[in-house]
């Protein structure tokens, strides 16, 4: 593992070159550019608001505030993992040059969307203030989650880009698993609506959810995350890229043979 974020770090320019790329070819024929980033959440946001607080009506404070404080995560987080499904197996034309690296990709897919969901820290605290609710200095612990989230993307990104060099049916599995992932994921619900029995698997069995509900503690509920919480799933996350890095490592030598 440690050798492969070396090699990251050793090609950083080119990640970099890459992903500023990826961000003008993202936003180039767009009418808005990138306001697409805040917009597409935001349209998310209203939907699920009108859906829920108006039809089904939660009973939850502020909702639309609340679902977009864990939209936004999540949207960096799926986006993620999906794009990453395809970074390797649809760039033959950078995988067949002379010692290409190959990890530098997924990373770029991560590094993208990591880039727009700071950029969408201010509309979170615009909306806030619009319900009248605003930071506390909890929001100090933002960097500590954002970090682990980042290990877990990273962590599943290596794994579901090196799978689908081989099974390329998996880019249309993990699009299916992830819309199932995010309601799963106590985005739409507080977890607190949850009956008893099932809150434990449905918080401690899902990774991203101890995330969201970190950044609800922070923005929401004006609190620390569980930091003992935290610390268990990065270790966690580490473990696991530590092992999706032998697997990505295994495969390499023959991603450009099966692209």
Same mark, same amino acid.
């Given at each position: 593992?440690?050798?492969?974020?070396?090699?990251?770090?050793?090609?950083?320019?080119?990640?970099?070159?890459?992903?500023?790329?990826?961000?003008?070819?993202?936003?180039?024929?767009?009418?808005?550019?990138?306001?697409? $980033?805040?917009?597409?959440?935001?349209?998310?946001?209203? @939907?699920?608001?009108?859906?829920?607080?108006?039809?089904?009506?939660?009973?939850?404070? !502020?909702?639309?505030?609340?679902? =977009?404080?864990?939209?936004?995560?999540?949207?960096?987080?799926?986006?993620?993992?999906?794009?990453?499904? $395809?970074?390797?197996?649809? +760039?033959?034309?950078?995988?067949?040059?002379?010692?290409?690296?190959?990890?530098?990709?997924?990373?770029? @897919?991560?590094?993208?969307?990591?880039?727009?969901?700071?950029?969408?820290?201010?509309?979170?605290?615009?909306?806030?203030?619009?319900?009248?609710?605003?930071?506390?200095? !909890?929001? @100090?612990?933002?960097?500590?989650?954002?970090? @682990?989230?980042?290990?877990?993307?990273?962590?599943?990104?290596?794994? %579901?880009?090196?799978?689908?060099? +081989?099974? +390329?049916?998996?880019?249309?599995? %993990?699009?299916?698993? $992830?819309?199932?992932?995010? =309601?799963?994921?106590?985005?739409?619900?507080?977890?607190?609506?949850?009956?008893?029995?099932?809150?434990?698997?449905? !918080?401690?069995?899902?990774?991203?959810?101890?995330?969201? !509900?970190?950044?609800?503690?922070?923005? %929401?509920?004006?609190?620390?995350?569980?930091?003992?919480?935290?610390?268990?799933?990065?270790?966690?996350?580490?473990?696991?890229?530590?092992?999706?890095?032998?697997?990505?490592?295994?495969?390499?030598?023959?991603?450009?043979?099966? %692209?």
């Amino acid at each position: 593992m440690l050798q492969n974020l070396r090699e990251i770090y050793r090609y950083r320019a080119l990640l970099w070159a890459l992903t500023v790329r990826e961000l003008r070819a993202r936003y180039r024929a767009s009418v808005l550019g990138f306001l697409w $980033t805040f917009l597409n959440p935001t349209l998310q946001m209203l @939907v699920y608001t009108l859906l829920f607080s108006v039809y089904m009506r939660q009973s939850v404070e !502020h909702y639309a505030y609340f679902l =977009f404080v864990g939209l936004l995560p999540w949207t960096w987080f799926s986006s993620s993992i999906t794009g990453c499904a $395809t970074s390797i197996s649809d +760039r033959r034309d950078l995988l067949t040059k002379v010692r290409f690296p190959a990890q530098v990709l997924p990373a770029t @897919v991560i590094l993208t969307n990591l880039i727009n969901y700071p950029l969408s820290i201010p509309l979170v605290l615009a909306l806030g203030a619009f319900f009248d609710v605003w930071p506390s200095w !909890h929001l @100090v612990a933002l960097p500590a989650v954002l970090f @682990v989230q980042l290990l877990l993307t990273v962590a599943l990104g290596y794994l %579901v880009s090196a799978l689908n060099v +081989r099974f +390329r049916d998996l880019q249309f599995v %993990v699009v299916n698993l $992830t819309m199932l992932w995010f =309601f799963l994921t106590p985005i739409l619900y507080p977890l607190e609506t949850i009956p008893a029995q099932y809150r434990p698997l449905l !918080h401690y069995g899902n990774p991203v959810a101890m995330l969201v !509900h970190a950044y609800q503690a922070i923005f %929401v509920r004006h609190a620390a995350p569980d930091f003992a919480e935290l610390g268990c799933l990065a270790l966690g996350a580490a473990v696991l890229l530590w092992l999706t890095t032998l697997v990505f490592e295994a495969g390499r030598e023959e991603f450009a043979e099966y %692209v």
